[in-house]
Nanobody
Framework: AQLVESGGGLVQAGGSLRLSCAASGFTFDDYAIGWFRQAPGKEREGVSC????????YYARSVKGRFTTTSDQAKNTVYLIMNALKPEDTAVYYCAGVRNTYCNGTGWIWGHGTQVTVSS
């Protein structure tokens, strides 16, 4: 089972990026896929999550209205579309999956992360 993130980079404040999380080696439709981020010196925090079982999405308050997560079950890929980026969004972004309808539980599968840097 594997998750691979891509799409990170350097962007100016107010700009946009789209991150991708490609899944392989497990039954994608049975999983909820979340995006998490960790900035230097800070704890990892949940950003968003999408349930492939019922299509529901969840967002952290800090990104709601700016970020959108979508799942393409034909491609086994989840996307995080980030608009109106702020310097405080700078972090390593990870995707992770859990075999559950809801975005909680144990036995998460983690990707290696992709760096997002937002300059002011």
């Amino acid at each position: 089972a594997q998750l691979v993130e891509s799409g990170g980079g350097l962007v100016q404040a107010g700009g946009s990026l789209r991150l991708s999380c490609a899944a392989s080696g497990f039954t994608f439709d049975d999983y909820a896929i979340g995006w998490f981020r960790q900035a230097p010196g800070k704890e990892r925090e949940g950003v968003s999550c999408v349930s492939n079982s019922d299509g529901r999405t969840y967002y952290a308050r800090s990104v709601k209205g700016r970020f959108t997560t979508t799942s393409d079950q034909a491609k086994n890929t989840v996307y995080l579309i980030m608009n109106a980026l702020k310097p405080e969004d700078t972090a390593v972004y990870y995707c992770a999956g859990v075999r559950n309808t809801y975005c909680n539980g144990t036995g998460w599968i983690w990707g290696h992360g992709t760096q997002v840097t937002v300059s002011s």
